[in-house]
C-alpha cells in the first residue's frame, strides 16, 4: 500500500487482518453462526484466490443478503483482488447497517489509509476502538496513522521553515518505522 514517505510502514495487510479479525468476530459469537460458506470463502482468501472468493461470497449471499460476516468476507475479496473502492463500499455498507461491529470500521480505515485519507482513516479506528477497547490490530493501524499524520505534519513544517534543526531528526524517525504485517 502506497506510504507518506519512502520507508514507513504500510498499514496492515487488509487480507490477513481481516481474516484475522474475522476468528475474533466468530469466536466473539457475532450475529449468526460460521456456516460452510463462511468456511470456504475464508479458505479461497487464505490461498489468495481473491476472484474465487468473491464469486462464492456473492453465491452465498444471492440466499442471505444480511449476512454480515459473508459480506465482510466479500469486502475482504474485493481488497485482496484489487478493488479498492468497491471494498470501500462494502465496508461502509456493513459500517451503516451493523455499526456496533468494530471489525468493518477497522478494513474501511485500512483502505482510507491507503488512498491518503488519513483523517478518514482515524475517525473510522477511533469508531472501532470504541467499540473495541481491547481491539490490539485497530490500535496498531492508529499508531500507524498518528505517525503518518505526523509526518505529514512536520513536513509541511519543514518547508514553511527549511531552516528549523528539530523537524529533519524526527522525520528521519518516522521513515526508519519499520514495516507492521499481521501474523496468523
Same mark, same amino acid.
Given at each position: 500500500m502506497p506510504s507518506f514517505h519512502p520507508g514507513f510502514a504500510p498499514l496492515r495487510?487488509?487480507?490477513l487482518q481481516a481474516l484475522l479479525g474475522l476468528g475474533c468476530w466468530l469466536a466473539a459469537g457475532a450475529a449468526q453462526a460460521q456456516s460452510p460458506a463462511h468456511e470456504e470463502v475464508a479458505r479461497l482468501l487464505r490461498a489468495g484466490l481473491a476472484g474465487e472468493a468473491q464469486q462464492k461470497a456473492e453465491a452465498g449471499l444471492a440466499t442471505r443478503p444480511n449476512? %454480515?460476516? #459473508?459480506?465482510f468476507l466479500k469486502g475482504v475479496a474485493q481488497s485482496q483482488g484489487g478493488q479498492p473502492e468497491a471494498a470501500r463500499a462494502t465496508f461502509s455498507a456493513l459500517t451503516q447497517?451493523?455499526?456496533?461491529?468494530?471489525?468493518?470500521?477497522?478494513n474501511l480505515a485500512v483502505l482510507e489509509a491507503a488512498a491518503g485519507r488519513l483523517d478518514a482513516?482515524? %475517525?473510522? #479506528?477511533?469508531?472501532?476502538l470504541?467499540?473495541?477497547p481491547g481491539y490490539a490490530t485497530a490500535q496498531q493501524n492508529l499508531g500507524d496513522v498518528y505517525a503518518r499524520l505526523a509526518g505529514r505534519a512536520w513536513a509541511r513544517a519543514l518547508e514553511l521553515d527549511p531552516a528549523n534543526p528539530a523537524l529533519p531528526p524526527r522525520l528521519q524517525i518516522i521513515q526508519q518505522l519499520p514495516a507492521t504485517q499481521a501474523t496468523p
Open positions: 495487510s487488509i487480507a449476512d %454480515a460476516q #459473508l459480506r447497517e451493523f455499526p456496533e461491529l468494530p471489525e468493518p470500521y477497522n482513516a482515524r %475517525a473510522a #479506528l477511533e469508531t472501532a470504541r467499540l473495541n
